[in-house]
C-alpha cells in the first residue's frame, strides 16, 4: 500500500468534480451546453437524455480549470502503484489479447470534436498507462459533497468513451480484466470502510457531508437515520458506514404487513421496466434489451420455473437508501453472488454518456450480481427472485440471509456497498400481479418509491 499525499487527496477533491458525477437531482448536464450560449444551457440541458440514478457531470468551467491541472500534477509525480494496480499494469502488458484491447479501445474513440473529452467534461484518457494513472488516484480517497458535482462513478468516467468501442466491449468482457478490476474495486472499499475515509464526514460548509451545504440538500437526515450529531463523524465509523446508513425506527414502515397478498418495494428505487411471458433466452444485446433468464439467473436449475413469467426492474438514485429488504415473507431457498462485468454496455446502445446506464436490461445478464430465491408463504406467489445487479463502482453485492432462513416482508436481505444500481423481482408464470407504480410509468423518468411500499399486489 503507497502512502496517501495531500497532492493525491487535492486530485480527487477536485476530481470529485472533473472525473465524478453528480449525486443530486436537477443540476444541469454541464455537457449540454458545451459550445452554446449561456441562454441556452438550461434548454440544452434540459433536450438530453436522462442518466439512470441521476449520476450527472456538472459545471464544466470546474471541471476545465481544476482538472487539467491535477491531472498533469499525477503525470508528473504519479508515486508508486498501489499493488492492485501494478497487477492491473503487468496483466495488460503481458497478455497479449488484454495488451491488444487496451491499445485498440483508446485508439477506437472517434476523433470528432465531442469525444476530445470524457463524458464529464475533463480531458479524454490517452492510453492505458494513463488510465492506471488515474485510477491509481482514486484508491485513497472518498466522495466529498459538492453542490455543482460530486464524485459518483470516477471509474466509470475514466472508461467511459472507451468503453463503447468494439475493443472495450471485448476487454471488459474479459473474464482476466473482471477478476482484476474486481480486486481494485475492492482495494478502494478497503479504504472506503476505514476510518481514514472519514475526513469527508466533516463540517466542512462546501465540502462536508455534515457542512451548510450538505445540510440544506438532505435537511432531514438527522430524524431519518440513525446517527448520533453529538459524536465525531455522527457516529459514523467510515464512509461506507455513512453510505450503508440504516433508518430510524418508524420512518419506511411495511405496507400491509399481514396480507401476504401485498408484495412491497424491495429497495428505495425507481421502476425502470414490467416485463411479462419472459423468455428461457433472448437477444439480450440488442437495442430494447429483452431478458434472458438463463443468462440472468447464470443458469441456474430454478430458472426455468421463471419461463414466461414476469420481471419487475427498478433502479436506485445515488442518494437512495442502499439496503435490500425482502417483497415477501417466506424462506431462502438459495442465495449467492455471481462474478461478472463491471464496466461492460450494450454495443447496441452506441456511445453511453453515463455508460452503463442506458444498459440497465443488458447488465442483468451480464454484470456482478447476487441472487436470493424466496419460497413465499403465500402459495399464490410461490417461488420468486430478488437479483441485486451490481454496476461499475457499485459492484460490490453483500447478502447477509442464509440458505433456510425464514424472512418476513420488509426484513433485510442485504445490501450495495459505494452506490446503487439496479434490481429484479422475478415471479412464475401462474402469479398474475397487479402493480401498483404509485402513478407512474416505468422508464427513465419515474422517481424513487420507498423501500416496503406497496408496489404489487396478488390476483387470485
Known sequence: MFDETTSRRQFLRFAALGLGVSLFPGLALAQAARGAGAGQAAA?????????????PSDEAVLRSWMAAHIREVETNPGQLHP????????????????????????EIPRRRRFRRTPAGTPQVRDYKHMLLLINAILTTAP???TTGLVGFPINAILDWPMGTGSGFAAFTNDK?????????????????????????????????FGRDAKKAM????????CDPGKPYHGFSSWDDFFTRRFREGQRPVASPKD?????????SAPYKVAHNVKRQDRFWIKSQPYSLTHMLAGDALADRFVGGTIYQAFLSAL???????????????AYLKDGSYYAEALSMGFDPAGPNESQGFITDVAARGMIFIEADNPAIGLMCFMAVGMAEVSTCEITVKVGQHVTKGEQLGMFHFGGSTHCLIF????????????????????NININSRIATVLS
Not at 440544452?44 to 440514478?53: D, F, H, I, K, W
Not at 492492485?84 to 479501445?105: C, G, N, R, S
Not at 401476504?260 to 428505495?268: G, K, P, R
Open 428 to 447: 412464475r408464470p401462474q402469479v398474475k400481479l397487479a402493480f401498483d407504480l404509485h402513478g407512474q410509468k416505468p422508464g427513465l423518468e419515474s422517481k
Open 260 to 268: 401476504d397478498a401485498v408484495i412491497v418495494n424491495a429497495c428505495e
Open 219 to 226: 435537511p432531514n437526515f438527522v430524524a431519518e437515520f440513525q
Open 44 to 56: 440544452a440541458a434540459q433536450s438530453l437524455p436522462y442518466r439512470v440514478g441521476q449520476w450527472l
Open 177 to 209: 480484466v473482471n477478476a482484476q478490476l474486481k480486486k481494485v474495486l475492492n482495494a478502494w472499499g478497503e479504504f472506503l470502510s476505514s476510518k481514514d475515509s472519514c475526513y469527508v464526514l466533516s463540517d466542512d460548509p462546501h465540502r462536508g457531508w
Open 144 to 146: 466529498e459533497y459538492n
Open 320 to 334: 437512495s437508501y442502499h439496503r435490500w429488504h425482502s417483497p415477501v415473507s417466506g424462506r431462502i431457498v438459495k
Open 84 to 107: 492492485v494496480m501494478a497487477e492491473f499494469k503487468t496483466l495488460i502488458e503481458t497478455d497479449p489479447v488484454v495488451y491488444m484491447l487496451f491499445h485498440q479501445m483508446f485508439e
